[in-house]
């Protein structure tokens, strides 16, 4: 090489050292650039996971409580069942009359051809039944709860044995 061609060669590499430069700078501030977002997205994550971990929670909770409703709706079942039940029972001592209020004690014995010792004691007895206004005479029936169920019983059997005629 001639001594000519040197400067022209340090010039060129003084201006390759200067674009490269000045690349290096663009670039840097593309750097600055992507590092204020990655420190951006990191807290965007920190904020989901702390959401998700709220979320987790919240679920937890929920999942217990349903549990817990489950368990309570299995309890009103069963609840609901001997209530039922228990309405069931109650109900077995009542009888279904017909147009006989007053003398029930009295007829009943009549009726059945039973003799009870001691007499015959209701509990309660009542009208079953919305009254009839349509003028019609339509008896309703009563129902009579005694005190004695074996009484109720017996009435029930003769009933049966001498059916609706007596």
Not at 5 to 27: F, Y
Not at 119 to 137: M, T
Request: one cysteine or more; proline letters at 4%.
């Amino acid at each position: 090489m001639a001594d000519g061609d040197q400067p022209a060669t340090m010039e060129w590499i003084l201006q390759e050292i200067t674009a490269v430069s000045r690349r290096i700078e663009g670039m840097d501030a593309s750097i600055s650039s992507l590092t204020l977002e990655t420190k951006s997205i990191r807290t965007d994550i920190a904020s989901f996971h702390s959401r998700v971990a709220g979320l987790e929670h919240r679920v937890g909770i929920l999942e217990t409580h349903m549990s817990t409703v489950q368990d309570r709706d299995q309890d009103l079942s069963y609840l609901q069942s001997t209530v039922t039940d228990l309405e069931d029972r109650s109900r077995r001592d009542n009888i279904c009359l017909l147009r006989i209020q007053a003398f029930l004690s009295s007829v009943i014995p009549k009726l059945t051809s039973l003799s009870f010792d001691p007499l015959l004691e209701f509990q309660r007895a009542h009208r079953v039944g919305p009254k009839h206004h349509d003028g019609a005479s339509r008896p309703r029936p009563i129902i009579a709860c005694l005190i004695r169920h074996s009484q109720t019983r017996q009435i029930l059997q003769a009933a049966q044995t001498h059916g609706p005629s007596g």
